[in-house]
């Protein structure tokens, strides 16, 4: 480190002695009492203090990284290997009175101390401990106005205009910004240094930027209290410096990044500082001056940091009232808040993708346009079409922020009134899309929050705004399409309305318009029309209760146009249905919607429930089996809209509760279902579908169809193994499944054989593929019906020759989507509310103890194939050749289907279980078993289970009661037409449960999620 000696050392080897020095001391192996430390100490010190770190004497002559390490290699020794500052006192003296001998002198010293807070900072100073940390920041702040003294003095004084030292004192500041309270550096004067630098020093910009982030991105409370005056003068400073912050044609990168990053400052410093905002309305008034400039600004990623400012200024100057203290008037907007003029035109500004071609609200920065082209590639580094979708919900946030003024809501409203019919009525041109969707985005993002205690004033504009948008012409199916997706998030605006009295004719209008579009026969547009539909019908109960008969009268007779998307409109129908809460007006629309479908499916039911007749539809003529698959969709959709209110009082005046539970006719169920009767109907020939399918569709590999000759059998082959495009999609990584080229990337694992029609055998791949799902989520449905299902005196026998046969012969993704859309769904706590707690108990005790041993069995077999030394010649491969692609995605569903399983078993020990050992791994009785019920405590009107990252449903599951153990076995018997299950069944089951357990080399997640999942009670 010395620099001299007979070898010459370089200056590279001094750069590395000096970092092993700083390493050495920072892992405590230069121990502060051994005496060769202070041979160190004093070697380095000297360095400093007599410039023989250069070997003339020169300082100039050393290189600056060596310079940087030295002063590193000094901070560390100085914290790690001495007492510093009580044993060794004269250091700092004596480290200031030689920075004032040189430049190179004066910068070294401010490295040095900036290093000092880095080591204060960094992990290592925890292995000295809490107290040693804190005398080190004790004795930072007792001299920091000497240490400042010497900033101004070197860089002011003694050294002006040396670009190195500038740059080492901006440095300092953003590192002491961490250790040292803001008003320490107001008491200084720093934040004029630093904004004159600001201004006009271009090399340290980018540095001066970051040292005020450090400063004002934390609480200031107490600066603000100690030194109110300081804090605003040093705030005003710094808006005054954002005015200057426009975007031009001649904008330069280096400038826009100053730029953004003042925008970063304002935002971090209101995240930071809301309670001090809100009690000082000249800085929220200073701070959206700052947020506006920046609104104007061209260029998106700006205009985001804007955006998230606004929710922060408008929530501290318009206050949401207490709901426990006493009523006080709504809040009144501020002066300087003027929605109606500048704030909602800026928010339309942002919304719109390009300037606006007729935008005359106020005037724009000359070279607007071009300044826009400018900062488009620079933004081009973000995702933008990201960055946008950020915007749009910062647009909400601010939106929501102005509802608790009456009077900021109304003004939106009016702004919005004058600018839809200018916005929607537009010629078209090319820029009439991005004009009608800003506009509409906008409306949008305001409609959720515009509620009746806004005002009359405020819900008359509402109803002329949905009005105008339903009226305004539609140039393009793009703009058709994007008004149906603003109508399907506006039956939140339209019950709103109903409560305040004018709802009526809105949604006779908004169904007119949809019905209209599900008439014209573009197909894309009537899908859009029809989800639209769905959407207001279960967010508009209200609206829909006065105009429900002539919206069913109009929708039946559409159902036979749209084969396709029946099922999306009986679920539109049926949820519309439960707003008039009134048992026998929804089970009579639900017999009058579904009774001709059910007439279809029975006879169709009894037709495939063949396997060789489902497996020849498919070879041969498939419309039998595509019926099957859109009369299937039609009642899963009927049956997870049809719900029972889960208000007690409701129920009880809508007919829905049933006095005598216990009674044969209802057998254990506490509310009638409307699609009871219908599920009723459904489930033999469901039942009997189920178990065709599953023999003629084996999926696994391991088994031949049922009911075939060998030529069949073989020409099976290629639909059984060949999974979905959808269902590959599904089993590959997430990183494939965001590339674009879709067809090959789905495709080519598992091409169709050649000579075979591609087309035909896709198309029959899907109709496998739709049909499996949609059996598996329309039993899912129909066991949370359970008036009708659980109920019905042939559900033991279905369960025990269909449903719970389903997992063999199973591919495990297959298995999977049983699990997930059946039982995972069945044994939430959001399942089986309306049944008694002896019906769950009989109907766990008739599942459980088949399923679970079922489910690890056929997972078992999958893992024990992946584990072959030759997967694709295993013994029970059945002749079929498993390729590489095949035996990636057996792997990969062999994952999900574990990790689900684990899932639903995970989630029945939590919310399911009673104490005392498990009936499935001891063995014990019938009782046992059965007591391993799903008691129901959570909310029955959200019957959807919830995403996950990876994109499956779970079901939620909360807290819920334990069921009492003191119930016996006679309480349960007879509950499924005198099913039980003996005491040897449940320990059979048990055993073969814990034998096929795949234990200890079953992986337990998808490798292709990186993200936790989320378990029942929460935890990742």
């Known amino acids: 480190i010395s620099g001299g000696g007979v070898l010459g050392v370089s200056r590279r080897i001094r750069f590395f002695a000096f970092r092993l020095l700083a390493v050495a001391a920072s892992e405590g192996r230069l121990p502060p009492q051994d005496p060769r430390t202070a041979e160190v100490r004093a070697l380095l010190l000297d360095m400093f203090v007599n410039s023989t770190l250069s070997a003339s004497g020169n300082l100039q002559e050393v290189p600056s990284f060596v310079c940087e390490k030295y002063t590193q290699a000094l901070a560390n020794v100085a914290v790690y290997s001495s007492e510093w500052p009580a044993g060794w006192p004269q250091l700092q003296q004596q480290l200031l009175e030689a920075g004032r001998g040189s430049r190179v002198h004066a910068t070294l010293a401010l490295n040095f101390f900036r290093n000092i807070s880095e080591a204060i900072q960094s992990d290592e100073i925890s292995r000295l401990g809490t107290p040693r940390r804190k005398a080190l920041q004790a004795h930072l702040r007792d ?41 320490a550096f107001l008491a200084a004067d720093v934040d004029s240094w630093l904004r004159a630098k600001l201004l006009g020093d271009a090399a340290v910009r980018g540095a001066v930027l970051e040292a005020f982030t450090e400063l004002l991105a934390k609480d200031a409370a107490k600066d603000f209290k100690d030194a109110p005056e300081r804090m605003m003068q040093l705030l005003a400073g710094i808006c005054e410096l954002i005015v200057h912050c426009q975007g031009g044609p001649s904008l330069t990168a280096d400038e826009y990044e100053v730029h953004r990053g003042m925008s970063v400052l304002v935002r971090d410093f209101l995240e930071y500082n809301k309670p001090s905002v809100e009690r000082r309305p000249e800085l929220q008034a200073l701070l959206h001056g700052a ?45 300087w808040l003027r929605v109606k003029e500048e704030l909602m035109p ?25 300044a826009l082209v400018a900062t488009s590639e620079l933004d081009a580094e973000e995702d933008l079409p990201g960055v946008q979708m950020a915007i749009k919900g910062r647009l909400r946030e601010t939106m ?3 509802m608790p003024s009456p009077a900021a809501t109304l003004a939106a409203l009016q702004f919005l009134q004058e600018l839809l019919p200018r916005a929607l009525g537009a010629a078209p041109d090319s820029s009439t899309f991005l004009t009608y969707e800003a506009a509409l985005s906008l409306f949008e993002c305001l409609v959720p929050y515009v509620k009746a205690k806004s005002g009359p004033q405020a819900l008359e504009s509402l109803r002329a705004l949905l009005s105008i948008t339903l009226q305004a012409p539609a140039h393009s199916p793009e703009h058709e399409g994007r008004r149906l997706e603003f109508l399907g998030r506006a039956g939140g605006a339209l019950d709103e309305l109903a409560e305040g009295g004018a709802g009526g004719p809105e949604a006779i209008a908004l169904f007119q318009h949809v019905f209209k579009v599900v008439e014209s026969g573009h197909q894309e547009l009537r899908r859009k029309a029809l989800v639209c539909c769905v959407a207001v019908c279960k967010a508009a109960p209200r609206a829909i209760r006065p105009v429900l008969q002539a919206l069913v009268d109009t929708a039946v007779g559409l159902l036979k146009c749209i084969p396709e998307e029946q099922h999306i409109l009986c679920e539109a129908l049926v949820a519309a249905s439960t707003s008039a809460q009134n048992f026998d007006a929804q089970q009579g629309l639900i017999q009058n919607l579904l009774g001709p479908l059910v007439a279809q499916w029975t006879p169709l039911a009894e037709s495939l429930a063949a396997p060789g007749k489902l497996a020849s539809c498919l070879l041969g003529d498939r419309a039998e089996l595509a019926s099957a698959h859109s009369l299937l969709q039609c009642f899963w959709a009927c049956f997870r809209s049809s719900t029972v209110p889960s208000r007690p009082e409701v129920a009880a005046a809508g007919g829905f509760a049933i006095e005598n539970a216990g009674s044969a006719e209802f057998s254990g169920v506490t509310l009638r279902n409307p699609a009871a009767g219908i599920a009723a109907a459904v489930l033999p020939g469901l039942a009997a579908v189920f178990r065709a399918f599953h023999a003629a569709f084996p999926s696994d590999g391991t088994r031949q169809p049922a009911g075939l000759d060998q030529a069949s059998a073989a020409k099976l082959q290629t639909y059984l193994f060949g999974l979905d495009k959808e269902e590959v999609k599904a089993l590959t990584s997430s990183l494939d499944a965001k590339r674009n080229d879709e067809g090959d990337t789905w495709s080519d694992p598992l091409p169709p054989p050649p000579g075979e029609d591609a087309g035909r055998v896709l198309q029959g791949r899907q109709l496998v593929s739709g049909m499996r799902s949609t059996l598996y989520k329309c039993l899912g449905a129909a066991f949370g019906v359970q008036d009708g299902v659980l109920t019905h005196p042939e559900l033991a026998s279905m369960l025990n020759a269909s449903f719970l046969e389903g997992l063999e012969g199973a591919h495990p993704y297959h298995v999977e989507l049983q699990l997930r859309n059946i039982w995972l769904v069945t044994f939430a706590p959001s399942g089986l509310q309306t049944a008694s707690v002896a019906l769950r108990r009989s109907f766990a005790a008739a599942v459980l103890p088949r399923l679970l041993p079922a489910a690890a069995a056929a997972l078992q077999r999958s893992w024990q194939r992946l584990q ?13 050749a498993w390729t590489p692609p095949l035996l990636a995605l057996l792997c990969t569903g062999t994952v999900m289907a574990s990790r689900t399983f684990v899932e639903l078993a995970a989630g029945l020990a939590m919310h399911g279980a009673v104490p005392g050992p498990s009936p499935l791994v001891t063995g014990a009785p019938a009782a046992a078993a059965a007591a391993a019920a799903l008691p129901s405590s959570s909310d029955p009107s959200d019957p959807k289970p919830r995403q996950v990252p990876n994109g499956r449903s779970q079901s939620p599951c909360r807290e819920a009661s334990v069921v009492p153990a003191a119930a016996t076995a006679e309480r349960e018997a007879g509950m499924l037409g005198g099913s039980s299950v003996s ?23 998808d490798p292709s999620d990186t993200k936790p999942r989320q378990v029942p009670n929460g935890r990742s």
Do not use: I
Not at 873 to 880: I, K, L, R, T, V
């Open 143 to 183: 001299t920091s106005q000497e240490l400042f003294q010497f900033l101004a003095m070197a860089v002011v004084s003694l050294f002006p205009g040396a670009p190195e030292l500038e740059r080492s004192a901006v440095l300092l500041v953003t590192e002491l910004a961490s250790v040292l309270p803001l008003r």
């Open 291 to 335: 947020a506006a400039n920046f609104l104007r600004y061209p260029s998106v990623c700006v205009q985001l940091e804007a955006t998230s400012m606004l929710p922060h200024l408008l929530r501290a100057s318009l206050p949401e009232p207490s709901k426990t203290g006493p009523k006080v008037e709504p809040p009144s907007p501020p002066a």
């Open 346 to 370: 800026l928010l339309f500004l942002c919304a719109h993708r390009r300037v606006p071609p007729t935008f005359d609200y106020f005037a724009l920065p000359a070279g607007y346009l071009q």
């Open 400 to 402: 929501a922020a102005l």
């Open 868 to 880: 072959q030394p030759d997967a694709s010649q295993h013994p029970a491969s059945g002749g079929f």
């Open 983 to 1005: 005491p040897s069944s449940s320990s059979s089951s048990s055993s073969s449960s814990s034998s096929s357990s795949p234990r200890s080399r079953q992986p337990t997640s």
